[in-house]
């Protein structure tokens, strides 16, 4: 069984390979609630994961470790893995995705593992590493479903708790549960009054799923830009501690996570993946009671692709009102393009680029169409350029 005990433990084995990272305050996340972000994208390997890891592997016996270790991972348990297996002398396997990011099985490979692309997702990846244990009689590590996982999982919540006083709630990102699990037991064995949300991405809810219909549910697919947490099936431990411990799971978009890691990149230069960003996108956007409460969102790990990064940055200027594409139905005369910048520069409004289009069949011979993409301030400027358009008597398509 899982005890309070075994989670100081493993804080004290933790000291000689990790760091406590910072809590920082965030003003502007969400207005009317007093936001702090735990920094685990800080954390070495860039990532929470290695404190799970670590301890699991600083707990085996000798006999274990010279098998040798095996993981599957999308790439931040990964990383724990293998510079846990490097610092206790043992040879490591780990198996990834094959669309993990490049700058996650780099860094693995770094680290002094041996890696295995697998086609498909974590799942798929997590079944080749069962069939090459039993193969080759390497010492599985879970990424989640293990008490000593959990357990090494669980010291983030001590620390939040010893950092900041007072808090009503911690927001924790969920993939397998591993995290949220272990956080939930120690930060409720200690603050029983202390609300614990767990966020998923909506692409998938797995333990949202199992959470709500009260049974494990396993998805058929899973689709989303938080690789990280991108798990088809929750485990059970997991899922128990879950029921137990926590107060609710909700879901967030894509484009929500997108906004969410834009947020934190403009307002306190840190970089977080899209797993690690999900708990400040459910704060953001009101997917939690956030009113007049003091919160911990737990950024949960930073490596992200940069390949990926600037798409998901273009999303969150979207989501955040920042960029706007805007479409009007013209007469196509002279002196219209001009009329309409000028309003757009009166505003504040930055124009990107422009495209126009003759009518289509069925329209006004004499019409256009004119696409106009717009750096814009807010959603709020977006609706006085909007209200201007249209007053000039431009029709918005």
């Not at 809810?205 to 947490?229: C, N, R, Y």
């Amino acid at each position: 069984m899982l005890t309070l005990d075994k989670v100081y433990h493993a804080g004290q084995v933790l000291k000689e390979a990790i760091r406590e990272t910072d809590i920082i305050y965030a003003p502007k996340i969400k207005e009317g609630a007093e936001v702090y972000l735990k920094t685990e994208n800080l954390q070495v390997t860039g990532s929470f994961k290695v404190r799970g890891a670590y301890y699991k592997i600083s707990q085996l016996n000798e006999e274990e470790k010279k098998k040798g270790v095996i993981a599957c991972s999308a790439g931040n348990h990964a990383q724990g893995v293998a510079l846990a297996a490097k610092k206790n002398g043992i040879k490591s396997l780990i198996c990834l995705p094959d669309g993990a990011p490049i700058s996650k099985v780099n860094a693995t490979r770094s680290y002094g593992a041996d890696i295995c692309l697998v086609k498909g997702v974590y799942d798929d990846a997590y079944n080749m590493a069962l069939k090459l244990k039993d193969e080759k009689g390497y010492t599985f590590i879970h990424p989640f479903n293990d008490e000593d996982v959990i357990a090494g999982q669980g010291t983030i919540g001590l620390e939040i708790l010893s950092q900041v006083n007072d808090l009503d709630a911690i927001v924790v990102p969920i993939g397998g549960g591993g995290l949220i699990a272990g956080l939930a037991f120690a930060a409720k064995s200690l603050k029983p009054s202390i609300k614990i949300y767990g966020v998923q991405a909506s692409g998938a809810p797995s333990m949202q799923k199992s959470f709500k219909e009260h049974k494990i549910v396993k998805l058929d697919s899973v689709h989303t830009i938080a690789d990280g947490i991108a798990v088809k099936e929750p485990g059970d431990l997991t899922y128990e501690l879950i029921s137990k411990y926590v107060d609710d799971i909700v879901t967030v978009t894509d484009d929500e996570i997108s906004a969410a890691i834009l947020a934190l990149i403009e307002q306190h230069k840190m970089v977080a993946e899209g797993a690690g960003a999900v708990s400040v996108a459910a704060t953001m956007f009101g997917k939690i009671p956030t009113d007049g409460k003091k919160i911990c969102c737990l950024v949960s790990g930073g490596n992200i692709d940069v390949t990926i990064l600037s798409r998901v940055i273009k999303r969150g200027l979207v989501m955040s009102g920042r960029n706007y594409i805007v479409t009007l139905e013209l007469v196509d005369k002279p002196g219209q393009l001009t009329d309409v910048s000028k309003i757009i520069s009166e505003l504040g409004g930055n124009v990107i680029s422009i495209h126009h289009e003759r009518s289509n069949e069925g329209s006004d011979v004499n019409g256009c169409f004119l696409h106009i993409q717009i750096e814009t301030k807010n959603f709020e400027h977006i609706r006085s350029i909007e209200s201007e358009l249209t007053k000039a008597g431009f029709k918005i398509v």
